[in-house]
Structures are given as C-alpha cells and as structure tokens.
C-alpha cells in the first residue's frame, strides 16, 4: 500500500510536469505565432509604405511634366532617395525568404522609379512630353499594383495560417492541459481515497493493538497478583514451618538433650570413686557434647524463630545481626537505624529482618567488601530498608542473578506490596533498597 501511494504521487508530479510543459509549448506556440504576426504586419507596413512612395513620386513626375513646375521636381527626388531606402528595406524583410514573387515586385518598383527619372530627365532637357510616357508609366504603375496586392494577400494569408496554427495549437495544448488535469484529479481522488483507507486500517490496527494491549495487562495483572499471593502463601508457609521446626526442636529436642545432660551428671555421681576415675574423661566429653548439642539448638531455633525480633522488636534483631556479622567477618559496619521501634506489622518487621540476614549472607558469601551499611528509615507512608556495600558487585542483567539470594528478598518486598531497587555493577558494590508500605 505504501508502494502504490508512492506510485500515485510519482504519477501526479509526472502529469504536473506533463501539465507544466504543455503550458509552456503552449504559451511559446503563442509568442511565436504573435512573433511571426508582427513580423508579416511590419513586412506588409514596409510594402505599403513603398507604395504610398512609388505612387507620390508617379504624381511628382506627372505634375513636372505637366506644368514644368520645379517644386513638383524637387518633390519628386525627395521621394526617389526615399523609394531607395524603402527598396533596401524590402529586400532586407525577404532576404531569408526572397521568392520570385518579391524578386519580381523589387524588379517592378526599380523599373518604375527608372522610367520615372528618364521622364524627368526628359523634360528637363526640355523635350515635349509624349502621351505614350504617360501611358507606359500608367501601365506600369498598374502592374506594380497588382504585385504589390498580391504581396499583400500573400501576407495575410501567411498571417491567418499563423493565427490559425496558433488557434490550434491552444485548442491542442488546452485539451492536454484539461485531460493532464482530468488525470491529475483522478490520481488526487486515489491518492486520497488510499490514504482514508490507510488511516482506518490504521485506526482499526490501533484499536486491535489496544484492545490487545489491555488484555495483556490484565492478564500481567492477573498472573501478578496470582504469583504475588503465591509468594505470600509460600513465605508464610515457610515461615510456619520453620516456625513448627523451632517449637518442635526447643520442646523436644531441647528436652531430651537437657534430660540426657542431666543423666549424665547423676550417673556420674551415682558412679563409685574408683569407676568415676575410669570413665571421668569419656564423662566429660559426652557432658561437652550434649552442652555443643544444647548450644546448636539454640542457634538452630534462634535462625528459625529469631527470639530477639519476636521479644526486644526489629532494632535490637538487626542490631544483633550486625554484631554477630561483624564477629563472623572483618568487615566495618556501619548503621544507621532509629532509636525507637518503628510501628509496622509483625509480617513485615520478619520481611525485613529476612532482607538483612540475607544480604548479610550474600555479602559473606559473594562480596568480599571491606565496607557496609545498614540504614533503616520510617516515613509516615511506609520504611526504607538501604543496605550497601563495596564488594565486586555483579551483572543485574545476568541471567544467574537469583542465585545471589536476591530472588527471596524480591519475594518479600513484594509480597508487601513494596518496591526493590538493586543498582549494582561488577566492581561497583550492591546497593539494595526495599521500601515496604506501612
């Protein structure tokens, strides 16, 4: 479509030129025509003229002979020199074109003008007119009438050729110019009836992209919420779990080990003196063992259920994280958290206490940073979690990101409803930012 509207419009300013170039043979045809009239007019004004000349020089002539009178002499060489210049004019006007017929009219007029001086010259040498002179001379005066006439009907008739040339070549250039513009019309109706239709294809294409569009975001919409209230449920899944895992690991085995700590020490002081010396090493060790089963246990459930987030509140649980952290690691620590306990729900104090044990353990495992910083800051609307670092940093482009642990903080914060930003580049550090609605 897009080929045939460029098609069309190459058409049109081909028959714009076409109509272009019809106006310009037309409008020269006309000159030439007008150029060609005047030419014949001015050759015809030349003739006439010299005939007007050649007919007052026969009267000068005849009144000389007549009466004798020196002014109708004097007349009468005016007019010669005259007749002389208009002969050169003539013969110049058909130079290019001197046919017989203007030949024979130049040949007339000189052979009048001769006949008219050898009268005056006659008379002057004081012969007596003769009536045969007069006769001769009108004779000749008529033949050069007829030339003359001849000459003129020539002229006009070359004139209305040209005029009738000309007549035609407008009829011609002007049913060329209408059937160009007829055409040009017709192209402009195409031209615009395409590009109506290529706009309701466009509108109609734009509509469906909409449409489909829509559908796509609520269909991004839907999937979103789903997999959201799917990381929800398996968050607090987990977290039940490892709930249940810590109740059931501080009752049970928490009870066992501290009853089988307790046997150990009465055998061992149900043991006679010279048997407890015997097995006092192996006592020992089994009395170490079972504190080192206590002690794992304990951390075992503070990982699981973390006792300071549920009993002294966020602060003090990430204060605690960073201190464990910077015991485990030579790593400077810097903290920027509030003095008070903000007031946010227990599912996001466990969420963002969560972020930090995780980006603790990312940086322990990944960063190798020398530097990081903890900031936690409440707003009226919600409470921004910062944590960076100066490690090697990473690719956040790179599809093995979540292998860095960041696929279960994102998890979370979103599972909040919340925003995550992570800004990273390969020995650039990580900067992790969560900020949870309130």
Do not use: C
Not at 9 to 35: P, T
Not at 308 to 335: M, P, W
Not at 362 to 376: D, E, F, T
Not at 389 to 408: I, K, M, N, T, W
């Amino acid at each position: 479509m897009q080929s045939s509207t460029h098609l069309y419009l190459a058409i049109g300013m081909a028959l714009l030129i076409g109509i272009l170039v019809a106006s310009y043979m037309q409008a020269s045809a006309g000159l030439e025509a007008l150029r060609q009239f005047g030419i014949s007019s001015q050759h015809a004004d030349h003739l006439d003229h010299l005939n007007q000349l050649l007919l007052r020089a026969h009267s000068a002539s005849r009144g000389y002979a007549l009466t004798r009178d020196p002014a109708y002499l004097a007349s009468y060489q005016a007019t010669a020199a005259k007749i002389r210049k208009s002969l050169a004019v003539v013969r110049q006007d058909h130079e290019k074109n001197q046919g017989e017929a203007v030949a024979r009219l130049i040949r007339t007029a000189q052979g009048l003008a001769a006949r008219m001086d050898i009268t005056n010259r006659h008379i002057e040498d004081g012969l007596p007119p003769e009536k045969d002179w007069f006769d001769q001379s009108t004779v000749a005066v008529d033949a050069y009438q007829r030339q003359h006439n001849a000459m003129k009907v020539e002229l006009l008739n070359q004139n209305l050729h040209n005029v009738t040339e000309s007549i035609n070549n407008f009829k011609n250039a002007r049913i060329i110019t209408v059937f160009l513009a007829i055409a040009s019309l017709l192209l402009l109706v195409l031209a615009i009836s395409q590009e109506h239709n290529k706009r309701e294809l466009r509108e109609k294409l734009q509509h469906l992209l909409e449409s489909k569009n829509e559908q796509l975001e609520r269909e991004v919409r839907l999937r979103t919420e789903e997999l959201t209230n799917l990381a929800t449920y398996l968050t607090d899944v987990r977290e039940s779990e490892k709930l249940h895992l810590a109740r059931e690991m501080h009752d049970e085995l928490g009870a066992l080990l501290t009853a089988a700590k307790l046997d150990a020490d009465w055998i061992e002081r149900s043991l006679p003196a010279e048997s407890r010396a015997l097995v006092a090493q192996h006592m020992q060790r089994l009395r170490q063992s079972l504190i080192a089963g206590i002690t794992l246990k304990r951390r075992i459930t503070n990982d699981l259920r973390p006792a300071l987030l549920y009993d002294l509140g966020l602060i003090e649980a990430i204060k605690a994280l960073i201190e464990e952290f910077r015991q485990g690691e030579e790593i400077e620590v810097r903290a920027d958290l509030p003095e008070t306990e903000p007031e946010i729900s227990d599912a996001a104090s466990l969420s963002l206490f969560r972020i930090v044990q995780e980006a603790f353990t990312n940086i322990r495992k990944y960063a190798q940073a020398h530097h990081v910083g903890v900031s936690l800051r409440p707003t009226p609307s919600a409470i921004e979690l910062t944590i960076e670092d100066d490690g090697v940093g990473f690719d956040p482009e790179s599809p093995r990101l979540a292998r860095h642990g960041l696929a279960g903080i994102k998890h979370r914060v979103f599972t909040h409803g919340g925003q995550l930003d992570i800004r990273s580049a390969p020995g650039a550090g990580v900067t992790i930012r969560a900020v949870l609605p309130v």
